[in-house]
């Protein structure tokens, strides 16, 4: 496969699931009317912003696509956390379950933290991309944790 098909399937796959996933919950979106803490961006902020940490995370699994670096545990720890990322605003959302969401971005956090590791291991660039999108989750399980008492 040519690397500009590498590098545009592995682009698309997340910004296509985020599209999708960003559809779903277009009904039940209520940031808005919640009572929100010091620091938090406007809602319009939020699909910008993961639509380019979406395109970050494709281009470093693209790196390591197109370089033939990626191996079963790659595969999966980056699928793994994408089918995580993917979940996350539909229980925070649509089913309004904040602790458990919480928690998801716990879980999103640590397989983020994993990815990475395993991606600098094959290529630094690649770990490096996925910098942004950590400190992201990290802000974001800030934003989640104080709508934990409504």
């Not at 994408?82 to 397989?111: C, D, E, G, S």
């Not at 590791?117 to 989750?137: G, M, V």
């Amino acid at each position: 496969m040519s690397k500009l098909k590498i590098y545009t399937k592995s682009i698309l796959v997340p910004v296509a699931l985020g599209g999708i996933v960003g559809l779903i919950i277009s009904n039940f979106l209520d940031y808005t009317s919640l009572e929100k803490p010091f620091l938090s961006p406007p809602s319009f902020v939020f699909p910008i912003v993961w639509t380019i940490l979406y395109i970050l995370m494709g281009i470093s699994y693209g790196i390591l696509k197109s370089n033939s670096l990626v191996d079963s545990n790659i595969t999966l720890i980056y699928y793994s956390q994408l089918f995580v990322n993917v979940l996350w605003p539909i229980f925070f959302f649509v089913f309004k379950w904040r602790l458990f969401a919480f928690l998801w971005i716990i879980l999103l956090i640590a397989l983020v933290i994993s990815m990475i590791i395993q991606f600098y291991r094959k290529n630094k660039i690649s770990a490096l991309l996925q910098i942004p999108y950590l400190l992201w989750l990290l802000f974001a399980s800030y934003l989640g944790g104080t709508f934990l008492n409504p």
